[in-house]
């Protein structure tokens, strides 16, 4: 089963066994899209926390559906017939999606214990989903064999991305 590894190992040159596939693209794509959310979230206006939580888990299980959708329509179309073993393994490696979409909305749903309002609840998740972002792009990196360096720069490519969605948030002024 496909786990993402929070502090992974370089791969070690001499074993010989078959490597792991551990992706990261769909963290990174969940983190993204996390931060789209609390940014368009709040630039049409307040809203209540439980609204927001329920926004970002949402659309974080949408995506990953259609994420599944597109990967199986796209063997029908090469002539396989992919089957329900095949569906479930898809589903698998497109769930961090979703899971990309849980610290946020866990820090939405506990910025009130931080005495924050409607708006710091939203910028703290706009902060959250950008650092996860920059860590699964380095951490990404480093487990398929990169340099520490190659990482970093992976991680500010990823901060960069980020950041261009806090500026269009700031922008709009909320």
Known sequence: MNRLLPWPRRPDPTDRRPASRTDYAGALYGSLLAASVIAAA????????????????????????????????????????????????????????????????????????????????????????VAQQVAWAYFGAVHAGASRALAGVEGLVNLVLGLVIVAAKAALGH
């Open 42 to 129: 709040s630039a049409v206006g307040d809203h209540p926390r439980l609204q927001l939580v329920v926004l970002l888990l949402v659309t974080g299980v949408v995506f990953w559906a259609a994420h599944v959708y597109a990967h199986l329509a796209g063997e029908r179309q090469v002539g396989r017939t992919p089957g329900w073993a095949e569906a479930r393994q898809v589903g698998r490696h497109e769930w961090p999606i979703v899971e990309a979409a849980v610290l946020p909305a866990a820090a939405v749903a506990l910025s009130p214990l931080l005495g924050l309002g409607l708006s710091g609840a939203a910028w703290l998740a706009l902060a959250v989903a």
